[in-house]
């Protein structure tokens, strides 16, 4: 017995072959182009997502030696966001327009305008649309390539597309569907004024499930293509954020995850819909039922200590890996850092170095080190640079506090997350214990234990959560009172600066 989760990257599809232990069978990895045909556009074939999805379900059964009956049942995962236009014999109008892609400024703009105004728009769709989001997107195809708009029939999300091209049938789920800015994500269902304000036709929408939910089977036809078998059950899924979360066992309000990959993400499950206000973080339908998380991102976070690692510790870190048999720089840089006191003896570092998310909504942002001296080493720059991403992290986490959130434990992922030093500095910066868990297949893996639960293999996300992860570390704040004292000093110093220094980065920005 099997469950296969299928993650649908923006490099790449992995499919992973999991057994009820949660243990790993086989996983498999195949690329796709990514397509920029103007500067901020970014677009990918779904032609592409499916031959190479079809190529690593082929591989996966077959490194692993699974039959296609022996899959219980499959979960959906992958990149948010992404716009897929099909007409009504269900052929692709266009490329998809990716999550990343920037063209919809101005329709983000007139969405606001359609719903008459901001506090309007987030009672109807809670988070205010991004260039990210899947509306804008399909106002700019309405404005500009009229003769596609004319021809739509369905709108699906990338994933969405792979369960339509395994089985025919038109549907979603909560958390994607929240990405599109056309869910009412309190009642879990489509907002019909919104689409009603839009003029966007609600047959053009799949179904939208819960995440655990099955949707739909696989068809005839598929299972020729990919050797799974006719009939096999395939649940909701749910975007690549929220599935990595399930697996992490993020499932439990009080348990917050922290991603330090390039960009640092933090997510917290929340069992009430938090009253709305205006912040931003954004509050998406988590997948299990009747929850929700909040998601803060920051662009540059294991990005800035690479840029470190790359220009100012350049030849450095590197010097010291050899002579101390060090064989990585970041350990270097990670011991260097914590080999001067708490706060860098004055410096900051801001790690908006491409831009910010979260907190502050602001391409222009930029990065800094602010109160250098004679004094300071390249060890101090280190450790700025660490405190400083750790700090735009718990900017993110503070404002999940002022929306009611009691943080217990935080899960960290990513590269970032192996390093011991830095994990006891995000004890400290956060007053929270920082764990580690056994599970690292990321998305594909919560969507292959959301099959586990569709299919009836456990009684809901949490039982499944608990039956296969296990907390495999665990760095607890210091007891000492200074260590506290003096991070919430370095912190306030840190919160100063943005609001100082934002119109200077404008300045800069148009230099
Ligand atoms: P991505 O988000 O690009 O998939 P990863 O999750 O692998 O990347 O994270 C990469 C980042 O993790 C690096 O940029 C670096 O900042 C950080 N990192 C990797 N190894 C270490 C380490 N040993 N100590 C501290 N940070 C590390």
Redesign the pocket.
Known sequence: MALLGIDLGTTAVKALLINEEGETLASATVEYPLYTPKPLWSEQDPADWWRATVEAIRQVLAKAGVSGKDVRGIGLSGQMHGLTLLDRAGNVLRRAILWNDQRTAAQCDEMVQRAGGMARLRELVTNPPTTSYTAPKILWVRAHEPEIYARIAHILLPKDYIRYKLSGVFATEVGDATGMALLDVKHRTWSDEMLRLLEIPREWLPLCAESHEPTATVSAQAAQETGLAVGTPIVGGSGDQPAAAVGLGSVREGIVNV?????GVVFASVEHYPPIRDTAIEVFCHAVPNTWFFMGVMLS??????WH?DTIAFGHSRLVARQTQET?P??V??QSAASVPIGAEGLTFLPYLTGERTPHRDPLARGAFVGLTLRHTQAHLARAV?EG?SFGLRDSIELMRELGLHVNEVRA???????A??RQMLADIFQADITLVNSTEGGAFGVALLAGVGTGLWRDVREACDAVIRVTARTSPSDDPAVRRQYDEAYARFRELYPALKSAFARAASA
């Open positions: 991603t330090l990959g390039t960009s976070a294991g990005g800035s200590l690479r690692r990585d970041y350990d840089l990670l660490v991403i992922a990513g590269g970032g997350a192996r390093s030093i830095w």
